[in-house]
Structures are given as structure tokens and as C-alpha cells.
């Protein structure tokens, strides 16, 4: 995975999944328990990389990159149940040529957003 990629979903304040269209794989990042002690260790490897960088700037005038974390850690495994919608999705993104992929990913996310909130509402009717 890139390392733009990983850093990207761990800013983010919720596990995700990744659906690689590519290649046709989807990966997850671990659980909520675990991704929030994923996050804090990055965070805290993140910190004590920029305190060692400043010191090493002010001693020697070294400029060292920052994140070799990545290396340490995978952020994303490979999902074992990929849901059916999504499957779907694979499935028929195989099918349809390279040039219509984008339309019909961005209408599958508009289908998404639209289920989401009928369940939010029906949930809420329920309540």
C-alpha cells in the first residue's frame, strides 16, 4: 500500500475499507479497539520521529525524512467476508469497460449514501 494512502485513513477518526478496483481486492483496517491503538501508536512514533529530526537539525543541520513507521506496520489486512453489495460491485466493474468504471462507481456511491439514509430513517421511526 502507499504510504499517502495509509496515512490518509489514519487520520481518519473511524476504521475503513479500502476497495481496490485495480486489483480487485478489498482490506479493512482492524476494529475500533484496536485501529484507535493502531492510531496512537502511529501517533506516538510520529512524535518522538519529529523531537529525534529537530534535535539531529539543531546539532548537526541534518535534514532526516520522516516516516519510515510505515515500514513497521501494516495498517490494512485483507478482508476474509467482503459484503455482498460490494462484491456486486467487483463483479460488475470486471464487466464493464475501463471508460464507463468511473460513472458507474460514482452511481453505486450515490446508491450507497441513499440506503444508508433510508436506514438511518427507518431506524429512527423505530425509536
Known amino acids: 500500500m502507499e504510504t499517502k ?28 479497539a484496536d485501529y484507535h491503538q493502531l492510531k496512537s501508536q502511529y501517533y506516538t512514533a510520529m512524535s518522538s520521529k519529529l523531537e529525534d529530526n529537530l534535535l539531529n537539525y539543531m546539532n548537526d543541520g541534518v535534514n532526516i525524512t520522516l516516516n519510515d513507521w510505515s515500514k ?31 460513472s458507474y462507481v460514482r452511481q453505486w456511491r450515490r446508491s450507497l449514501v441513499r440506503r444508508a439514509l433510508a436506514m438511518i430513517k427507518f431506524v429512527q421511526d423505530e425509536t
Open 5 to 32: 494512502i495509509e496515512i490518509a485513513v489514519l487520520d481518519s477518526t473511524l476504521p475503513t475499507t479500502l476497495v481496490d478496483l485495480t486489483r480487485l481486492i478489498v482490506r479493512k483496517t482492524p476494529l475500533y
Open 72 to 102: 513497521r506496520q501494516q495498517i490494512f489486512e485483507k478482508s476474509d467476508g467482503i459484503a455482498p453489495m460490494v462484491q456486486t460491485l467487483i463483479d460488475e466493474t470486471r464487466k464493464i469497460p475501463a471508460r464507463m468504471r468511473e
